[in-house]
T-cell receptor, first 112, second 115 residues
């Protein structure tokens, strides 16, 4: 059974810092990996999707990397802003199914 | 552009009462549809998915059921709610594919509290 772990569970940084969020998964037979953002009481917004054959994806100040063999992904946020404050979720799709297997998320607070 | 709607946004129901949550998608045809639950202190868990009208697959045994009466409509139901059904229910859609693997787009969610 795929287990997805995100570290740290919570993170507080001052505005302008670069930061890294970590995600690990136990079964490397994945189809893809997605990073989402969730604001309090809201649905999820897809940030980046990395196919299993890719190493990284970039969107604006966000860069996600994938090392499938070691079961790890990182989300790098450059020049953080207070508007980046949210919970960031990592999810993987296994080769065999439809389900997104989610981690419990990292709660990020960027202080002005 | 595609949009996904869920209602109601919030629901408080007594134990033993029935439940019906609705999700609709606009701007796409034959989407894959998903119901997830986010319980307190737990990650998001896939409950059901559907690849077409009348086609429902359940990921976990539970007190809930799902139906897809129309191409872009997905309904989550229960005949008798349990306390453990409380949570945040999210509907999602993705483009039809070989079986998952496409980006999933989520609705705004329904917060259910069972008392």
């Amino acid at each position: 059974k795929q287990e997805v772990t995100q570290i740290p569970a919570a993170l507080s940084v001052p505005e302008g810092e670069n930061l890294v969020l970590n995600c690990s998964f136990t079964d490397s037979a994945i189809y893809n990996l997605q990073w989402f953002r969730q604001d309090p009481g809201k649905g999820l917004t897809s940030l980046l999707l990395i196919q299993s054959s890719q190493r990284e994806q970039t969107s604006g100040r966000l860069n996600a990397s994938l090392d499938k063999s070691s079961g790890r992904s990182t989300l790098y946020i450059a020049a953080s802003q207070p508007g980046d404050s949210a919970t960031y979720l990592c999810a993987v799709t296994s080769n065999s199914g439809y389900a997104l297997n989610f981690g419990k998320g990292t709660s990020l607070l960027v202080t002005p | 552009s595609q949009t996904i709607h869920q209602w109601p946004a919030t629901l408080v129901q007594p134990v033993g009462s029935p439940l019906s949550l609705e999700c609709t998608v606009e701007g796409t045809s034959n989407p894959n549809l998903y119901w997830y639950r986010q319980a307190a202190g737990r990650g998001l868990q896939l409950l059901f998915y559907s690849v077409g009208i009348g086609q429902i697959s359940s990921e976990v045994p539970q007190n809930l059921s799902a139906s897809r009466p129309q191409d872009r409509q997905f309904i989550l139901s229960s005949k008798k709610l349990l306390l453990s059904d409380s949570g945040f229910y999210l509907c999602a859609w993705s483009s039809p594919s070989r079986g998952g693997g496409e980006t999933q787009y989520f609705g705004p969610g329904t917060r259910l509290l069972v008392l």
